[in-house]
């Protein structure tokens, strides 16, 4: 009879069989080693911080490669800034004129009296206005 005892009589044992050989998922394991920069042979012997020199290294360079990939279009942007504001500029004052001389014209007798008070013409009559002053 089994009764409850506190002290183990053996070890735990771990018995793994592998049930077949997969060659995929050796080719991908392969292919992982490649990228990680770990060795494809494994008769290289190895040195202590190897894998993790190697994923620094790999960690660098992708990050060189993202900042120069990166200046380009960051640069395009600002010059496509420049050109709008630019643009901006040069037509805002001249589609205000517009708009204003549009106004302005629907109304002729108002266009008129604008230009006949703007212009200075020296061969016009002059207009005499009666002085109601007088003198003591």
Same mark, same amino acid.
């Given at each position: 009879?089994g *009764?409850?005892?506190?002290?183990?009589?053996r070890?735990n044992?771990?018995?793994?069989?592998?049930?077949?050989y997969?060659p @995929? /998922?050796e080719r991908?394991?392969?292919?992982?080693? @490649?990228l990680r #920069?770990e060795? &494809?042979d494994d $008769? $290289?012997?190895? $040195?202590? #911080? /190897?894998?993790?020199?190697t994923v620094? !290294?790999?960690?660098? !360079?992708?990050?060189e =490669?993202q900042k120069q990939?990166?200046?380009t279009?960051r640069? *395009?942007?600002v010059?496509g800034v420049?050109?709008?504001v *630019?643009i %901006?500029?040069m *037509? &805002?004052?001249r589609?205000?004129n517009?708009?204003?001389?549009a #106004?302005k014209q629907?109304?002729p @007798?108002?266009? =008129?009296?604008e230009l006949?008070s703007?212009v200075?013409?020296?061969y %016009?009559?002059?207009t005499? &206005?009666?002085?109601?002053?007088q !003198?003591?």
């Amino acid at each position: 009879m089994g *009764l409850f005892s506190p002290v183990k009589r053996r070890a735990n044992q771990f018995n793994y069989i592998p049930r077949y050989y997969d060659p @995929e /998922k050796e080719r991908r394991e392969q292919r992982r080693r @490649e990228l990680r #920069g770990e060795s &494809v042979d494994d $008769t $290289t012997p190895y $040195t202590p #911080g /190897k894998y993790i020199r190697t994923v620094r !290294e790999a960690r660098a !360079e992708r990050k060189e =490669q993202q900042k120069q990939s990166n200046g380009t279009p960051r640069a *395009l942007f600002v010059f496509g800034v420049a050109i709008v504001v *630019l643009i %901006a500029y040069m *037509l &805002v004052p001249r589609i205000a004129n517009i708009i204003t001389m549009a #106004g302005k014209q629907s109304n002729p @007798e108002v266009r =008129q009296a604008e230009l006949e008070s703007e212009v200075f013409n020296p061969y %016009a009559p002059i207009t005499i &206005v009666p002085n109601d002053y007088q !003198e003591e």
